[in-house]
């Protein structure tokens, strides 16, 4: 196993959804986390932080998106509370960011409180949402070859 350093997130096969494309963007949400994680334990400056958080945050978008329309393709029945759950999710993102504009001038950049908020974010959102559709697809026989 490789070593990771601690308070990072870890990736862990049971996340696995099983539609390649899927996988693939969480990964990435995964890292660009870590990054924004990394900028704050190293006690990076404020650009470096705002940076990691902004690039988290277009991501998520995108990630997102794609998801949305591979749903729509698919005729997923939980599209609505999937949209829900992501408009929330970009809605803390965004208060995130807006928190660390707001802490720029009092030294306090990213606060625990923001970070234990994208940990549990990201794997609520694979393990309690992505999972459901990956089974919705698989017991369809909808085999996704890109999003
Ligand atoms: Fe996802």
């Known amino acids: 196993m490789r070593e990771i350093s601690k308070g990072l997130i870890e990736w862990d096969d049971r996340w696995l ?8 963007d969480h990964k990435r ?3 660009l986390i870590n990054e924004l994680f990394t900028s704050k334990y190293r ?3 404020f650009k470096d932080i705002r940076q990691n958080a902004q690039h988290l945050m ?5 990630h997102f998106e794609r998801e949305e ?3 729509k393709k698919a005729n997923y029945p939980g599209l609505k509370d999937q949209i829900v759950g ?6 803390q993102a ?3 960011i807006n928190d660390i504009d707001d802490r720029e001038n009092h030294h306090l950049k990213f606060t625990n409180e923001a970070e234990s908020l994208l940990r549990d974010w990201l794997i609520e959102h694979i393990v309690d949402s992505d999972t459901q559709i990956s089974k919705y697809l698989e017991k369809h026989k909808i ?5």
């Open 58 to 62: 277009d991501y998520t978008n995108y």
């Open 143 to 147: 085999i996704v070859l890109e999003m």
């Open 43 to 45: 006690a990076y400056g």
């Open 94 to 96: 965004a208060e995130i």
């Open 86 to 91: 992501h408009r929330k999710m970009q809605q």
């Open 17 to 24: 959804v099983g539609v390649d494309a899927i996988d693939k």
């Open 29 to 31: 949400l995964i890292d």
């Open 69 to 71: 329309q591979l749903m």
